[in-house]
């Protein structure tokens, strides 16, 4: 099998150790990956004063594809996401982030509507809210703007992606989000454009709805939705309760897709209070991971991985706090939490059983 050379961001807070977690399960599965590390965030900040250096940058441009830990953004001031500034510098305009109930049933045991759950985001990710327009107005900061930008070709090309990616993986609907009623120039926009690109997809149902009845929607019926397309802040905020649906942050898996570059990430940030804990759930990169496997042709490679996943968490005997919690929670077993070393351990061992 020929080796594909793929660049690695460990990233920081909860990141490095689960990207590292992540790589020993992949040698695990023998999977043919040369790994091209770059440290970006805080690590970059201590070696080169900047989380974004413009060689580090450089190189990532290199290779078409990357995997990817999250990276902390400083709150309310400090320097721009480097996470948003990474989708916007390799124009990855697409972040799909599929929310599928995973074939473990104890994790929905509380609420059992959510194990149906199978809707994909496509939320647009190189303007809206996050455009990074911002200033204060008037002296001592008396009030501040940002603005969402909406353009109409940032519009039709992350609105046909969506209707394209439903065609290819057979999807049977597009949701269109937006808030159209009160925002009615950017919303406005948006909707308009949207109809106008699903009258080429007439086998593919299209429709609409506002944000906010939108997040009440996927709580209480979210197996009547499939394809949602997005702005870049709702779908920031929708895709965070979407994996609230299928396990929490700790198994929600995201990727970033462009025309040249596609990146691979966790929905979950930094978490940077379990940072060195070596406590916090791998899964969700483990399964951004597979998602990876699957976009680079290696399904054979993904299937095995999640199938250890899969079992490891199915027999519930070694789990990180999140999931020993969530059995606990569903008063089937009250069991002693492991660190997430020992957890990956545990799916190698699942692994290896299955080669
Ligand atoms: P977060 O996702 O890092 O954490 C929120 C809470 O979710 C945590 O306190 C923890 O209870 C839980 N959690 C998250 N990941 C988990 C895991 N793997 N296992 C178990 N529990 C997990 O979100 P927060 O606190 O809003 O952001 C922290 C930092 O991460 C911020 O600087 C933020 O900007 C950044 N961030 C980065 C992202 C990225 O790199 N793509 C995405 C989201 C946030």
Known sequence: MATHKVVLIPGDGIGPELTQLTVKLFEAAEVPIEWVVVELGEPAIKKYGD????????????YPVIFKGPLTTPVGGGYRSVNVRLRVELDTYAVVRPAKSLPVSWLYADVPRYKNVDLVIVREATEGLYSGIEHFVGKDKCAAESTMLITRKGSERIIRFAFEYAKKFNRKKVTAVHKANILKTTGGLWLEVFYEIAKNYPEIQAEDRIVDNM???????????????????????????????????????????????????????????????????????????????????????????????????????????????????AGIADIEPVSNKEYTEEIIRNLKAMM
């Open 51 to 62: 989380p974004l250096p413009e060689e580090a940058l450089e190189t990532i441009k290199k």
């Open 215 to 329: 997040a009440m929607q996927m709580v209480l019926k979210p197996q009547e939705y499939d394809v949602m397309v997005m702005e870049n802040l709702m779908g920031d905020v929708l895709s965070d309760l979407a994996s609230g649906l299928i396990g929490g942050l700790g198994v929600a898996p995201s990727s970033n897709i462009g025309d040249k570059y596609a990146m691979f990430e966790p929905v979950h940030g930094s978490a940077p209070k379990y940072a060195g804990k070596w406590m916090a759930n791998p899964t969700a990169q483990m399964l951004t991971g597979t998602l990876m496997l699957r976009y680079m042709g290696l399904e054979e490679k993904a299937d095995l991985i999640e199938k250890a996943i899969f079992k490891t968490l199915n027999d519930a005997k070694k789990l990180t706090y999140d999931m020993a919690r969530t059995l606990r929670n």
